[in-house]
């Protein structure tokens, strides 16, 4: 997967212990399978198959959105 501006941009991953919201990069969780809770220590499960499919239609997205750009 080509690395683009959106790697950096942090998302929130809901623990399910205790609802505590982790902050992560898109890349950083692309690049794990878990993680370990910051509020409560429970390791989180992530489903980097799912995530980087939905990652990948972003990306997509702001790639035709760029072409409809145009200087008035």
Request: hydrophobic share 35%; glycine share 6%; with cysteine.
């Amino acid at each position: 997967m080509a690395k683009s501006s959106v790697d950096d941009t942090h998302v929130e991953i809901p623990c399910p212990q205790c609802a505590y919201n982790n902050k992560q990069t898109i890349d950083w969780i692309c690049d794990h399978r878990e993680l370990a809770c910051s509020g409560c220590g429970v390791v989180v499960a992530v489903d980097r198959g799912a995530f980087r499919k939905a990652i990948e239609g972003v990306r997509q997205r702001l790639n035709e959105a760029r072409y409809r750009i145009t200087a008035r």
